[in-house]
């Protein structure tokens, strides 16, 4: 672990006095807490047990966070959320994904018409509720035309059973395809301190059409809490292993991006992780970032980020520093980033 340690309260720093704030996905009129909860991680073989997981999904509404992500290919994670949130469903906001086939990621994309459609209904069901707040295709599909995809949820909002469009991982040239037959609400893709690639050329599309922008991987899957560094050995069964970015090597290379986040973190009486959150929601107003995680004291520290300040002074600081920082590995290793290239 690297020398870094804060007292417990400012995990908790002013979180009674927090009132969440909300922000609207761009022009669409769907407005979610300024920060959501991404509940993938809750299907996973290392998370807490159903009855925990449920409590700490519902002591997220408790807190404010009324957003909250699942997707068909997680598993078991759809029936989960839906349980949780069913005696809360009129103050909150579920996400889930379409697109893969049979739910499966291993076997590939499906984003036909009539699949969407099952996914739909199956989702529906699972999700225990009678309508879907936002429906994200989960990743492109080269087979299927944009313009379809977005036919079937156009087709499916005015049946009432879907409220807004979303996609993920989607380049702009498909983001504009889709919005000219159905606007686009939201894209949801990976969004961080760690991966800057969508402020090329996405975020200025999101910006043109009115879409929101959903960073998932908010953290750098977990690189910018400050607990980790070249020293720290991954359990066997942490997927990092197989992300280039988290080779031993990579992650020595890259730790001069934690030690600029502790070093602000220190400066703002905050975690790395309330800096590494509190900067994306100081980018654009439409961003809503996703954290997820399967522990009650990391949620409350993820939420004190909302009452982080950053100044635009402090952000252009920051960010100026961040340019000199060049970020060493892949997020993803060759055979699937260049299979996801293919797709978009």
């Known amino acids: 672990m690297i020398s870094f340690f804060i007292e417990e309260t400012l995990f908790y720093q002013n979180l009674k006095s927090i009132k969440m704030d909300k922000?609207?996905?761009?022009?669409?009129?769907?407005?979610?807490?300024?920060?959501?909860?991404?509940?993938?991680?809750?299907?996973?073989?290392?998370?807490?047990?159903?009855?925990?997981?449920?409590?700490?999904?519902?002591?997220?509404?408790?807190?404010?966070?009324?957003?909250?992500?699942?997707?068909?290919?997680?598993?078991?994670?759809?029936?989960?959320?839906?349980?949780?949130?069913?005696?809360?469903?009129?103050?909150?906001?579920?996400?889930?994904?379409?697109?893969?086939?049979?739910?499966?990621?291993?076997?590939?994309?499906?984003?036909?018409?009539?699949?969407?459609?099952?996914?739909?209904?199956?989702?529906?069901?699972?999700?225990?509720?009678?309508?879907?707040?936002?429906?994200?295709?989960?990743?492109?599909?080269?087979?299927?035309?944009?313009?379809?995809?977005?036919?079937?949820?156009?087709?499916?909002?005015?049946?009432g059973k879907v409220k807004y469009f979303g996609l993920s991982e989607a380049n702009s040239e498909t983001i504009r395809k889709a919005h000219a037959v159905l606007p686009v609400s939201a894209l949801q893709s990976e969004y961080s301190m760690f991966y800057r690639e969508p402020e090329n050329d996405i975020i200025p599309t999101l910006e043109e059409l009115g879409i929101g922008l959903v960073p998932f991987s908010p953290l750098g899957k977990g690189f910018l809490t400050g607990t980790i560094n070249s020293t720290v050995e991954l359990d066997k069964a942490d997927t990092r292993n197989m992300l280039p970015r988290f080779s031993k090597e990579n992650r020595e290379a890259n730790q001069a991006l934690v030690d600029l986040i502790v070093s602000i973190s220190k400066d703002k009486n905050a975690t790395p992780a309330q800096i590494a959150l509190g900067w994306l929601l100081g980018q654009k107003p439409f961003i809503v970032p996703i954290p997820g995680t399967s522990k009650l004291h990391r949620l409350q520290e993820n939420i004190g980020a909302t009452n982080v300040s950053l100044s635009s002074d402090d952000l252009s600081k920051i960010n100026n520093a961040l340019a000199t920082i060049k970020i060493v590995g892949e997020r993803y290793p060759t055979k699937i980033r260049d299979a996801a290239e293919r797709k978009k």
């Open 23 to 159: 922000r609207k996905l761009g022009n669409s009129g769907l407005e979610v807490s300024a920060l959501g909860f991404g509940a993938m991680g809750l299907s996973f073989p290392t998370a807490p047990s159903k009855e925990e997981s449920i409590q700490l999904i519902r002591s997220a509404v408790e807190h404010g966070i009324i957003f909250f992500d699942t997707a068909q290919g997680y598993g078991d994670n759809e029936l989960l959320v839906g349980e949780a949130l069913e005696p809360l469903r009129k103050e909150v906001i579920i996400a889930t994904k379409f697109g893969l086939k049979n739910g499966d990621v291993r076997q590939g994309l499906d984003s036909r018409p009539e699949n969407i459609k099952a996914v739909a209904e199956a989702s529906l069901k699972r999700l225990k509720t009678d309508v879907i707040d936002l429906f994200y295709q989960h990743r492109p599909d080269p087979n299927i035309p944009i313009e379809e995809v977005a036919g079937a949820v156009k087709d499916l909002i005015q049946e």
